[in-house]
């Protein structure tokens, strides 16, 4: 079973606001990722978990938070957003065979910062 | 240069038409390929994965990959209205898990 769950589906939060974005995989899969895509965009990559370690950072502002509590849950804390932060945040999960393995993606979180 | 770069499009094909779509990439040891596909508002859903020079083929899809050339396809034969979307080629560069994407082909599949 390809399933990668994402919740919510969709968020508004105000400039001020502390929000989380939550991923669940049950695959067994060991690279967890957050992707960014804009409208008309391709996803654009943010964070990468590898065995729970976050292994990339793609110079993401502090404003995101990641976190991953165990091999299943992806997390990303969101704090003092800016408007154009407002996008589809995507989650990802792969096996991590090294050199380069398949994603899987939830369904999104679409985001509105107001 | 971008790091993986694909036509924007729209291409439009008739139904029933194959539809050639093509990707270059510019990590010479990226050693993994890959092919998704995007509805509007959706996201990206894998269907074609491929990590050895040559053909790779899944039903009506086939994925096409030349390292020398740092050059990937797919091809969609009977193209069929449902196959309109925008397709995405993600490569995984730098050696690790980092999956980049091209910006997109958007195909239309006209009646």
């Known amino acids: 079973d390809t399933e990668v769950t994402q919740t919510p589906k969709h968020l508004v939060m105000g400039m001020t606001n502390k929000k989380s974005l939550k991923c669940e995989q049950h695959?067994?899969?060991?690279?967890m990722y957050w992707y960014k895509q804009k409208a008309k965009k391709p996803p654009e990559l943010m964070f990468v978990?590898?065995?729970?370690?976050?292994?990339i950072n793609e110079s993401v502002p502090s404003r995101f938070s990641p976190e991953c509590p165990n091999s299943s849950l992806l997390n990303l804390h969101l704090h003092a957003l800016q408007p154009e932060d407002s996008a589809l945040y995507l989650c990802?999960?792969?096996?991590?065979?090294?050199?380069?393995?398949?994603?899987?993606f939830g369904q999104g979180t679409r985001l509105t910062v107001v | 240069q971008k790091e993986v770069e694909q036509n924007s499009g729209p291409l439009s094909v008739p139904e029933g038409a194959i539809a050639s779509l093509n990707c270059t990439y510019s990590?010479?040891?990226?050693?993994?390929f890959f092919w998704y596909r995007q509805y509007s508002g959706k996201s990206p859903e894998l269907i074609m994965s491929?990590?050895?020079?040559g053909d790779k083929e899944d039903g009506r899809f086939t994925a096409q990959l030349n390292k020398a050339s740092q050059y990937v396809s797919l091809l969609i034969r009977d193209s069929q209205p449902s196959d309109s979307a925008t397709y995405l080629c993600?490569?995984?560069?730098?050696?690790?898990?980092?999956?980049?994407f091209g910006t997109g082909t958007q195909l239309k599949v006209e009646l």
């Open positions: 978990y590898s065995y729970e370690k976050l292994s």
């Open positions: 695959m067994g899969h060991r690279a």
């Open positions: 990802a999960s792969s096996p991590d065979r090294g050199g380069g393995t398949e994603a899987f």
């Open positions: 990590d010479r040891v990226s050693q993994s």
């Open positions: 993600a490569v995984n560069t730098g050696g690790g898990n980092k999956l980049t």
């Open positions: 491929i990590y050895s020079n």
